[in-house]
């Protein structure tokens, strides 16, 4: 047991495990705040929120990601761009929609988004659609679609694009995702930009990739792409991979190839727990005298620095265990609702939902009762907990519910979505029935 923390630091690491003051840590948080001890999303209760909807649930507010959107827009308003929201990172039709309204395109790596976005009446125009392993069906409804554009990531895409797009009678508007070879400084998994990744053509070839391409009569060559990596919190990647792209800029005009647009792709990091992140005014800072120079039309297809702050998963104590070893609180999200944790080994914050409990503090294992010792949602938590409390994982708008599955036969939660006092379902939670709804026994003898 240790006494309630009394000191205004948002965040402590001790032996003992983290320690987040939740009503100084929500100040840095986007519409997130505590009144008399109960925490908000906007004009919402989030502990009404969870006893209405049932948990897990997660949360959205609208206003934190239009206010994250506008960010990029007015960062960049000195420039002609388009922000591409990249739809891997939360494609529950209410965010989409709440983007097209504001104006976003959307950046895709399947024709699954495709489909998402243009049933929310997307501009396909701003459609720009990224992947290394695009179908002939995908280029195919992408074509009919008349999206942006393709950043075609290898040879074989270029010459399948090109027959996909004879057969249709159409010139396939593409850009090239070079891979710059800088190191975007995150977690392996999800780093793009190097030598060793899957993603794009090498920045040695990318000319000849080019030259090949426009010798192909149903391509279109209108702009040059890259993207390094996610969850970037320093700048100085993003520039180095600039100014490898400008080299290639360049060599391109000298062999008479001239572009239209760069697509610097996503990748800023945010604040998970006390990461020192840069903000999208300082990466616009730092990027704003190269691109005005460069005077092309500029794409960025940001995904996590959109949604992560605009979302969080409720969920409930279940049972709490103290072992000799460890203390567990056993919840019911768990890594198949979240499995950032699990996967990355990413540290989310946990926050009780009324502070008022928070007087006596231990450090627990916030775990879910999925049968893998590796189901755990945070580890050394201090917090004060009791059986029923509500705690909310922020920072799980992105590659949250995107990243969920059934695993043990769990259903997947709902989705709510928050706009000042209002609420509503954008995604209702699945059934038991569900499940299995697709399934038969197997009657052949
Ligand atoms: N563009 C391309 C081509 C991408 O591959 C990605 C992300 C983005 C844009 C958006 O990046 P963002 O702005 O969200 O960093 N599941 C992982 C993240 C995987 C990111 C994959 N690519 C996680 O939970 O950390």
Same mark, same amino acid.
């Given at each position: ?94 965010? %989409?929609?709440?983007?097209? &309204? *504001? +104006?976003? /395109?959307?950046?895709? =790596?399947? @024709? ?5 976005? !243009? ?19 995908? %280029?195919?409804?992408?074509? &009919? *679609? +008349?999206? /942006?554009?393709?950043? =075609?990531? @290898? ?5 399948? !694009? ?284």
């Amino acid at each position: 047991m240790s006494n309630p923390d009394l000191s205004q630091a948002a965040v402590q690491h001790s032996e003992s495990g983290l320690r987040i003051n939740p009503e100084v840590f929500v100040k840095k948080l986007p519409t997130l705040s505590y009144q008399q001890g109960t925490l908000f999303v906007e004009q919402a209760s989030v502990q009404q929120l969870a006893e209405q909807y049932g948990t897990p649930l997660y949360v959205y507010s609208k206003q934190a990601i239009l206010d994250a959107y506008t960010a990029y827009t007015t960062s960049f308003a000195a420039i002609d761009h388009q922000v591409c929201y990249a739809v891997k990172a939360n494609s529950n039709l209410a965010v %989409l929609s709440v983007l097209a &309204k *504001a +104006g976003a /395109g959307f950046d895709l =790596v399947s @024709s699954g988004e495709l489909a998402r976005v !243009l049933a929310v009446g997307a501009d396909p125009s701003k459609i720009v659609f990224s992947g290394v392993g695009k179908t002939v069906t995908e %280029l195919t409804a992408a074509l &009919k *679609a +008349g999206i /942006g554009c393709f950043n =075609v990531e @290898s040879l074989s895409e270029l010459d399948t !694009l090109n027959a996909v797009a004879a057969e249709l009678n159409v010139k396939a508007p593409i850009s090239i995702r070079v891979n710059p070879d800088v190191d975007a400084k995150t977690h392996p998994y999800i780093s793009t930009g190097l030598k060793d990744n899957k993603f794009g053509i090498s920045h040695d070839i990318a000319v000849a990739a080019y030259q090949h391409a426009a010798s192909l009569e149903h391509l279109q060559i209108v702009g040059i792409d890259c993207h390094i990596g996610s969850q970037l919190t320093e700048i100085d990647p993003f520039v180095a991979a600039l100014d490898k792209v400008c080299e290639l800029i360049e060599a391109l005009k000298k062999v008479g190839i001239e572009l239209q647009h760069i697509d610097l792709g996503g990748g800023l990091g945010v604040i998970y727990i006390d990461e020192e992140v840069a903000k999208v005014s300082e990466f616009a800072a730092a990027l704003l005298p190269k691109l005005q120079e460069l005077g092309l039309k500029v794409f960025f297809e940001p995904g996590r620095s959109i949604v992560a702050n605009a979302g969080m998963l409720v969920t409930k104590v279940e049972v709490l265990k103290p072992t000799e070893h460890r203390d567990f609180a056993i919840v019911d999200a768990a890594m198949n609702d979240l499995i950032r944790p699990a996967l990355y080994q990413a540290e989310m914050a946990v926050i009780p939902v009324q502070t008022a409990s928070q007087v006596s503090q231990k450090s627990w294992d916030i775990v879910g009762a999925v049968c893998e010792t590796g189901d755990f949602l945070a580890k050394k938590r201090l917090l004060s907990l009791a059986v029923g409390d509500i705690l909310a994982i922020t920072g799980a708008g992105a590659y949250g519910f995107v990243m969920s599955s059934n695993y043990n036969s769990r259903p997947r939660p709902a989705e709510v979505m928050v706009s000042g006092d209002k609420h509503q379902v954008v995604r209702a939670r699945e059934t038991v029935a569900q499940l299995f709804e697709t399934e038969s026994t197997f009657d052949i003898d």
